[in-house]
């Protein structure tokens, strides 16, 4: 796996990676007065949102053929706060509101297979980072 990144104009933090796809994805390092594109750290929290889900809904889907009608994560970390120099996360919940005539169980299942077993970001933060998941299904707060 291979991507580029290349510094979109001098003298700012603007930068887009561009992967196999040739797909851009605009980094920033985010301030008031440069609020545009996605900081590293977004990136991160939408990396494990999004190898989880890409997991979640085949597992329900296409391996327990339930029919999945509504889907969303929201991902929050919270980070070391500062002074300190480095602030990587201490901890990211995700919690996933889905709506499918999947069992309960059958979703949670889904969603700790992804965490524990399949999603490699999610493998890479381990150890490092207490992830942690919530669930609201079919409009219910489960977890």
Do not use: Q, W
Not at 62 to 79: I, L, N, Q
Not at 116 to 130: F, I, P, Q, R, T
Request: aromatic share 4%; with cysteine; glycine share 6%.
């Amino acid at each position: 796996m291979e991507i580029t990144l290349v510094r979109s104009r001098c003298n700012s933090y603007n930068m887009t990676a561009v992967g196999a796809t040739s797909t851009a994805v605009e980094l920033n390092r985010i301030t008031d007065d440069n609020p545009t594109g996605t900081s590293p750290m977004e990136l991160l929290l939408e990396a494990v949102a999004g190898c989880s889900s890409i997991d979640v809904i085949l597992i329900l889907e296409e391996k327990g053929r339930a029919v999945v009608t509504g889907y969303k994560v929201k991902a929050t970390g919270r980070r070391v706060p500062p002074p300190a120099t480095l602030r990587p996360f201490e901890s990211i919940n995700l919690h996933f509101e889905i709506d499918t005539d999947a069992s309960a169980a059958k979703v949670i299942r889904a969603i700790e297979l992804s965490l524990e077993k399949y999603c490699s970001v999610a493998a890479m933060l381990k150890g490092n980072v207490e992830l942690t998941y919530s669930l609201t299904l079919n409009g219910e707060k489960i977890k």
